[in-house]
């Protein structure tokens, strides 16, 4: 009797082509929304409305994320998960074309690819995880590496892409290319995976995970280290600018430098967190980064800006690949990582938007920015006390209601 035959190694190119497709995906997360900014002069002109009213434009991504983000994991047991990404990435590429359309446009086109965007956000970390299992952390890596990317050329292309295509709004509706090509991509992954069948504990509610202490300091986590980066990523050029005396083109370089750092960050700190089974020695060093930038900024803000604001960066560039390690490694199978994604990230951007709001209305109330940085290193160190919590090795247990039994751990 023969032996059965070897089974064939599948080609390099079908193991990579799933995590080419997500980091295409991821890659498209944040400039759209990251381009408003630097370009929100030349829209007020072009459009005829008040600058005061297009800045709604950039509070309104982070308000979707938090609203929508809790009907991704129905949406991926409805319709499958590779197909939610795609119906996310699809909504994207239609806000972003529906930008074109004047002021309504410019609006509605927001909402639209921001909540294109929030299902993406939650889905991206499942679907990594039900491509490559247990190997899953470096594409992890790739695709939190791409949303950092996405945001840092968003903003940095911004202006010359405005330039290029004569006007701002037709500049924004340039970032319709690399999506319609992630669109692509994914379209092809879905079309070759079956529609997953969700078992029943997969279409628990995404508040059953909030149930569970793990979970909660997992989300308080990445609410928290949300709410810090989005702090700074709106004020630190005008901390700069005041209390360092920076002038502001050179502020908003320094800006761009610091938010470039979670790039590289994202690369190495999730196949290295999740190596261990604790990760408090990354809390920790996340932590001590952060607050020995925002300390140097409170105590001696012209002394070393530079230095302060490299420091901020890089806490903030390992916090973040940090916070969605967690989500990986606290949950038991790729249900329960969507839930968990889509509560952190619910939680997470809805306290994200109240940072820069209280920050500038502190500096409002007291007219200068100590107070405000003082509330930035009480909200880093519990962001870190947080952080300890989740960080220790275990997996988050779920109930179907008060009283229940938890879910079984699998094996």
Do not use: K
């Not at 980091?23 to 630097?38: K, M, N, Q």
């Not at 261990?276 to 300390?295: C, F, H, N, P, T």
């Not at 490299?310 to 973040?320: C, H, P, Q, R, S």
């Amino acid at each position: 009797m023969s032996s059965p035959a070897p089974e064939r190694r599948r080609p390099w190119w079908v193991l990579i082509a799933p995590a080419v497709a997500l980091v295409l995906v991821a890659l498209c997360l944040r400039a759209p929304f990251a381009a408003v900014g630097p370009v929100l002069g030349d829209l007020s002109d072009e459009l005829s409305v008040s600058t005061t009213a297009l800045a709604v434009l950039t509070a309104l991504p982070l308000v979707c994320f938090g609203l929508v983000s809790p009907a991704a994991p129905a949406l991926a047991a409805r319709i499958g998960l590779h197909r939610a990404v795609l119906a996310g990435t699809v909504l994207l590429a239609v806000g972003v074309a529906l930008r074109l359309a004047g002021t309504w446009g410019m609006f509605a086109g927001t909402v639209l690819l921001t909540s294109g965007i929030a299902v993406a956000n939650v889905l991206v970390p499942a679907a990594v995880r039900a491509e490559y299992g247990r190997r899953s952390a470096p594409v992890l890596g790739a695709t939190t590496a791409s949303m950092a990317l996405s945001a840092s050329l968003g903003a940095g292309l911004a202006q010359p892409l405005a330039a290029a295509a004569g006007s701002a709004v037709a500049g924004l509706a340039v970032w319709l290319v690399p999506v319609l090509l992630a669109v692509v991509c994914i379209g092809l992954l879905a079309g070759r995976r079956p529609v997953e069948r969700v078992p029943a504990s997969a279409r628990l509610p995404v508040a059953a995970v909030l149930r569970d202490r793990v979970a909660l300091a997992v989300t308080a986590f990445f609410g928290l280290q949300s709410l810090s980066f989005y702090a700074m990523l709106t004020w630190l050029p005008n901390i700069l600018e005041d209390d360092a005396g920076m002038s502001a083109a050179a502020a908003g370089g320094l800006l761009a430098l610091a938010a470039a750092l979670g790039s590289p960050c994202a690369l190495f700190v999730p196949p290295l967190a999740a190596r261990r089974a604790g990760q408090a020695g990354w809390v920790l060093g996340a932590g001590s980064l952060q607050l020995s930038g925002v300390a140097g900024l409170l105590v001696a803000p012209g002394a070393a800006p530079v230095l302060w604001s490299l420091l901020y960066g890089l806490g903030t560039g390992v916090a973040f690949p940090l916070a969605m390690t967690l989500v990986l490694v606290r949950t038991r199978d790729v249900g329960q990582t969507g839930r968990l994604s889509a509560a952190a990230q619910s939680v997470g951007y809805l306290l994200a938007a109240t940072g820069p709001l209280a920050v500038g209305l502190l500096h409002d109330a007291t007219g200068g920015w100590r107070t405000s940085l003082v509330l930035l290193l009480v909200l880093v160190a519990l962001q870190v006390c947080a952080g300890l919590a989740a960080a220790r090795p275990r997996l988050v247990t779920e109930t179907r209601a008060e009283g229940s039994q938890p879910s079984p751990a699998r094996s």
